[in-house]
């Protein structure tokens, strides 16, 4: 029985009285045993409403968290977000912990199972109206589990499509980068050259700024006489106010920088 609000029943009072009034009857009893008919149905339908109990996963999320007390902590202090904190870790220990998640929910569904006599399982088979009645489906509620699982979704959705994003950002970066100019093959010396220059030591690249996606570095080149650079190799270390700092890497033909590459040992 749906509730009755107190205004309600002061207007089926009020329509009682009237209804008595025009046959002449007293109305000083009657609206009243009406009134207190309907708030003992009310107490009567409250009464026999239960609490739902709780599922075995209700049982786990209050258990996990308290049982792995030092793991818990541990993630929750990694976690990106604050909210829904024990759900997330009850369901990744189950799904890494299946045996243990197993046992528990045995003995959870033993301990709160409701024993139901022989008699009244074979009377309710064997009843005319339980075998003419239509089976009707219910929608069941949203578990803790589910709500958890959804948002796990959700946070993997959102970081695959930041990570899109910066690639996407990077991507542009890199297509805005100045082109590199191809290194120069160093022509064969001459067999007509003369023994004098043959003698005299190949000129070592010096170190020259180079700037790569707004970031500076120093490149081993040459500055010729006209101001115009030729880059001896790709090897990048970072420039720190016009000083050689840390190595970088090597620079490759499609703008990228290796940074696996091994630094030379000529400077």
């Known amino acids: 029985m749906s509730s009755i ?17 025009s046959r002449g009857i007293s109305s000083s009893v009657v609206p009243s045993a009406a009134v207190a008919e309907v708030q003992k149905r009310m107490k009567k339908d409250k ?33 990106a977000t604050k909210q829904g904190v024990a759900p997330l870790f009850c369901t ?8 243990e998640y197993a046992a528990f929910e045995a003995k959870w569904k033993e301990e709160h199972s409701a024993p ?13 109206a339980a075998a003419s009645e239509p089976a009707t489906k219910t929608r069941k509620p949203q578990s803790e589990e589910t709500k958890a699982a959804a948002a796990l979704k959700r946070a993997a959705t ?29 022509a064969p010396a001459s067999p007509s050259a003369s023994q004098d220059e043959g003698d005299d030591e190949e000129e070592s690249p010096d170190l020259l ?13 040459y500055l010729g006489d006209d101001g115009k650079t030729t880059w001896a190799t790709g090897d990048l270390w970072e420039s720190k106010k016009g000083l050689r700092g840390d190595w970088a890497g090597a620079l490759q033909e499609d703008g990228s ?6 630094e030379p040992e000529i400077f």
């Open 5 to 21: 609000s107190v205004d309600q029943l002061l207007a089926i009072q009020q329509l009682l009285s009237k209804e008595l009034a």
């Open 47 to 79: 009464k026999e409403s239960k609490p739902r109990a709780a599922g075995a996963w209700a049982g786990w999320t209050a258990h996990c968290p308290k049982a792995h007390a030092a793991e818990y902590e541990s993630f929750k202090a990694s976690s």
């Open 92 to 99: 990744q220990w189950r799904k890494e912990h299946e045996d």
């Open 116 to 128: 139901v006599s022989a008699a009244a399982s074979v009377a309710s088979a064997d009843s005319p």
């Open 158 to 186: 959102k970081a695959k499509k930041a990570a899109e994003a910066a690639a996407a950002e990077l991507t542009a970066k890199m297509a805005a980068a100045p082109a590199v100019p191809a290194s120069p093959v160093a």
């Open 209 to 221: 700024p180079f700037k790569l996606g707004g970031k500076s570095y120093l490149r081993p080149g």
């Open 257 to 262: 920088i290796d940074l696996d590459a091994e």
